[in-house]
């Protein structure tokens, strides 16, 4: 399963941006899909995740400014990022964890997109 990430870029403290994720493969079910960010010098910390039965959860640095939602139709998992400030600046990264199906038989996955790069000027 591959997933493609876009919608970064840059942006000014304060505004805001929204991030997709779109997963192509032969998918039965998608179960968790999250986002990740990895800042310069820092480790990858998980942003935000929403459940099959989109219950979400944040990281406590982004609740009330992100909002993540999908759509099980598009197989696309979305970050609306708002009242941008320059500590989210950052590679994020998205990924969904599922079922896939090969010929007659299904196997787990665990995909992550190539990450897309978001920068706020102050």
């Known amino acids: 399963v591959q997933l493609q990430a876009s919608g970064g870029g840059l942006v000014h403290s304060g505004g805001s941006l929204r991030l997709s994720c779109a997963a192509s493969g032969s998918i039965t079910v998608i179960n968790d899909m999250s986002w990740s960010r990895q800042a310069p010098g820092k480790q990858r910390e998980l942003v935000a995740v929403?459940?099959?039965?989109?219950?979400?959860n944040y990281a406590d640095s982004v609740k009330g400014r992100f909002t993540i939602s999908r759509d099980n139709a598009k197989s696309t998992v979305y970050l609306q990022m708002n009242d941008l400030k320059s500590e989210d600046t950052a590679v994020y990264y998205c990924n969904m964890k599922g079922v896939r199906r090969e010929r007659s038989s299904f196997f787990p996955f665990d995909s992550w997109g190539q990450g897309t790069l978001v920068t706020v000027s102050s």
């Open positions: 929403i459940t099959n039965s989109k219950i979400t």
